[in-house]
């Protein structure tokens, strides 16, 4: 059973930047599309980048367009990153990564993967002065 952790998170102030990782603790990220969620206090989660298992095909939400990138590691085998820069506080929120291993990235992102049940245990990330 694949198992997911995530880790990078923390504080930092307006225009700073976070690296988020996504490790399978157990079995290989090798063959799933994998995404980074966020849900901020109050609000319901949303996907914020997806990429899938070659890491040719990416989909972003419009409002980190040009300010995160998601990617695979070299051998896409275990670990997915999410860069973060420019960070606003907007931001701000609880970021968890999953997995599907038949999703498009477009469904996945959009939540509409019928069988997204590989989650990770998520990781905070706030930005503010």
């Known amino acids: 059973q694949l198992q997911l952790v995530e880790s990078g998170g923390g504080w930092v102030q307006p225009g700073g930047s976070l690296r988020l990782s996504c490790t399978a603790s157990?079995?290989?990220?090798?063959?799933?599309?994998i995404g980074w969620f966020r849900q901020a206090p109050g609000k319901e989660r949303e996907g914020v980048s997806c990429?899938?298992?070659?890491?040719?095909?990416?989909?972003y939400t419009d409002s980190v367009k040009g300010r995160f990138t998601i990617s695979r590691d070299k051998d896409a085998k275990n670990t997915v990153y999410l860069q973060m820069n420019n960070l606003e506080p907007e931001d701000t929120g609880v970021y968890y990564c999953?997995?599907?291993?038949?999703?498009?990235?477009?469904?996945?992102?959009?939540?509409?993967?019928?069988?997204?049940?590989?989650w990770g245990q998520g990781t905070l990330v706030t930005v503010s002065l």
């Open positions: 990429i899938n298992s070659s890491g040719v095909h990416k989909t």
């Open positions: 999953a997995a599907a291993q038949f999703a498009t990235v477009e469904d996945m992102c959009a939540q509409r993967y019928k069988y997204l049940d590989i």
């Open positions: 157990t079995g290989t990220l090798q063959y799933y599309t």
